[in-house]
Structures are given as structure tokens and as C-alpha cells.
């Protein structure tokens, strides 16, 4: 059979098919065109009201805020929950020795359960089940306040700037030099969200430790570019006094890790 007669005749055909029901096949494709915009416009609105459900956060609330976070989404790590996806030897070079030390009084025992849910969205990383009571967020808060109580001169509480005002945070007080791993936090070294979830920032060794026994996972840009260093995780809400205790030796690590290993943290 001669190809080319047979393309030839199925154009034509075609071109007359089209002819003979143009206004049929125009209706047909405009129909799926306006039923694929509306499937995709019904999913970003979802998205949108999922996101916006998480509350303020250090993006603005509201439309912009979405498409900023949107925007920086394919640049964040899908990994949070792999302990080390790096190479430590590597990274201590950048981050100093500090970085491959702990700074936890007792390893960390495994978290019993199931991990929180914690959407995928870059900003805010928060999880959405297993939150806190307003009792224990209370008690998140005087733990901040008593740490920096029992630390004048190293600690102290004050509006966070990565959330912007609405919570508390974590900061070395002023005039203690900054190392270099951890100036892009600008002094600021944890802060608790309202559900009871914090950021902080650890050693690399005590970071890939909580993640690995279930208690923490990281900020999807934790490690892309400067934006953050690959300590900066997601500590999950804890659940009863015994997690909360398990809170407060992270939060005390972090402190240490971020002061140095020639300063002594009082521990409230």
C-alpha cells in the first residue's frame, strides 16, 4: 500500500469530517476545555483553603502569602524524614565540629506511633493532627520564659521573626557573636507554633537523632541554599507530660548547640 495515498486520504477525510461538523467538534472541545479549567480551578482553591486553614503564619494570610509558598515549592526537599540525606563529613567543613556533636543529655528514645500529619506546604510547616491542648501549649510557653529566666545574660523571649509577631520565640540575647551556620536565623533559634509544634535549630548529629526515633522532621528548605541550615527541623507536638519533658531536653540541645560548647545552659 502507498503510504503517502493513505495519509494523503486521511487527511482529506479528516479535514472533511471537520467541515461537516465543525460547529460539533468546536462545542465537543470547548466543553472538555472548560471542564479541565474548572477541575484544575476546584483543585487550586482546595489547595488554597487547606493552606489557609493552618492560620497566620510568617507568610502574609491571605492570597499573596499562597503564591509566595507556592513559587518556592519546587525548590523544597521532598526528604524531611530521611535522618542524613547529606554528607556529614562535608558539611562539617561549612558548619564547623560543633555540628557533629550532641548536645541531648540522654539519647532520644523512639516515639511511640504514628508521626503527625504535616501537609507538604513550604510556609507554614505544621502538623494537623496529634495538637496540643491550650494546657500544654501554656506550659510550652513557661518552659521558654523560664529558660531565659535562669540565662539573663544568654537567652531571651521575644516575638519570633520567622513567624512574624504571632508567637514567641528563642533568641541568644544581644552581643553574642553569631556563628556562621546560624546567622541567617539572625539570633533566633526556636519558636513553638500554636498547635504546639516548634522549629528549632540543632546539631547536624542531634537533628538526624529525631528524625530517625520519630520525633521530628525537617523544614522543606532546611539545606536549600542559605535559606536555612540542615539542622533547622519540626518538632512534633508532644502528647503528655513525659513528651513534654522530651521537649524541653530539645529545646535545652538546641540552646546549647547555638551558644557553644564552652557555655553551661542552666536548665530551669
Known amino acids: 500500500m502507498d503510504l503517502t495515498k493513505l495519509t494523503s486520504q486521511l487527511t482529506t477525510s479528516t479535514a472533511q469530517l471537520f467541515q461537516q461538523h465543525r460547529g460539533l467538534i468546536t462545542a465537543t472541545a470547548a466543553v472538555l476545555a472548560v471542564g479541565t479549567s474548572f477541575k484544575l480551578l476546584s483543585r487550586i482553591i482546595g489547595d488554597y483553603n487547606e493552606w489557609y486553614a493552618l492560620g497566620p503564619n510568617g507568610m502574609p494570610h491571605n492570597l499573596f502569602g499562597y503564591l509566595v509558598q507556592s513559587a518556592i515549592h519546587p525548590f ?7 535522618p542524613a540525606p547529606y554528607d556529614q563529613a562535608k558539611l562539617s567543613k561549612r558548619y564547623g565540629p560543633l555540628s557533629l556533636r550532641s548536645f541531648l543529655d ?3 528514645k523512639p516515639r511511640k506511633g504514628e508521626r503527625p500529619e504535616v501537609p507538604l506546604y513550604v510556609a507554614p510547616q505544621r502538623q494537623t493532627t496529634q495538637q496540643v491542648t491550650p494546657a500544654m501549649r501554656a506550659k510550652q510557653e513557661a518552659f521558654m ?6 540565662n539573663p545574660s ?4 521575644k516575638p519570633s521573626n520567622l513567624e512574624g509577631p504571632l508567637f514567641n520565640g528563642l533568641w541568644l540575647a544581644d552581643g553574642i557573636p553569631l556563628r556562621d551556620e546560624i546567622k541567617r536565623m539572625n539570633g533566633e533559634f526556636a519558636h513553638p507554633h500554636g498547635e504546639g509544634s516548634t522549629h528549632l535549630v540543632l546539631s547536624l548529629v542531634d537533628a538526624a537523632a529525631a528524625i530517625e526515633s520519630g520525633w521530628a522532621e525537617r523544614h522543606r528548605m532546611s539545606g536549600v541554599g542559605p535559606m536555612a541550615p540542615w539542622g533547622f527541623v519540626l518538632i512534633y507536638a508532644p502528647r503528655d507530660d513525659e513528651e513534654l519533658d522530651l521537649w524541653k531536653k530539645v529545646v535545652v540541645a538546641s540552646a546549647r548547640y547555638v551558644l557553644g560548647d564552652e557555655t553551661k545552659v542552666v536548665v530551669p
Open 76 to 82: 523544597a526537599r521532598l526528604d524531611v524524614r530521611e
Open 106 to 108: 540522654t539519647p532520644l
Open 145 to 150: 520564659h523560664a529558660l531565659a529566666a535562669a
Open 154 to 157: 544568654l537567652i531571651q523571649v
